[in-house]
């Protein structure tokens, strides 16, 4: 069974900064591409930050500079370090694994309840 646990997210000023975590389990995590990705409210879900297995990473325009993607595969686990964050980063933020070269989740089916951010003074 595939399962993704967000975790890390909370209330933060403007400015601030917020580590996420996201364990992976239920798949042979060093094979796959992860991506980070968020919905604040009323908006589709969006890709934010990429990882190949290869460690390459890839970020949306509105969070290049400031948020950096990294993981840990001894501990099936992806991160997403966000610093000088801004009100409009308010979101909830969820993990999954994805084709590597498309915008594509490889696990639709296996949302997890995502990690919720709030930047607000």
């Known amino acids: 069974q595939v399962q993704f646990v967000e975790s890390g997210g909370g209330l933060v000023q403007p400015g601030g900064s917020l580590r996420l975590s996201c364990a992976a389990s239920?798949?042979?995590?060093?094979?796959?591409?992860m991506g980070w990705y968020r919905q604040a409210p009323g908006k589709q879900r969006e890709l934010v930050a990429s990882?190949?297995?290869?460690?390459?990473?890839n970020y949306a325009d509105s969070v290049k500079g400031r948020f950096t993607i990294s993981r840990d595969n001894a501990k099936n686990t992806v991160y997403l370090q966000m610093n000088s964050l801004k009100t409009e980063d308010t979101a909830v933020y969820y993990c999954?694994?994805?084709?590597?070269?498309?915008?594509?989740?490889?696990?639709?089916?296996?949302w997890g309840q995502g990690t919720p951010v709030t930047v607000s003074s």
């Open positions: 999954n694994a994805k084709n590597p070269t498309l915008n594509l989740t490889l696990f639709p089916g296996s």
């Open positions: 239920g798949i042979i995590f060093n094979i796959y591409a």
């Open positions: 990882i190949t297995r290869g460690s390459s990473t």
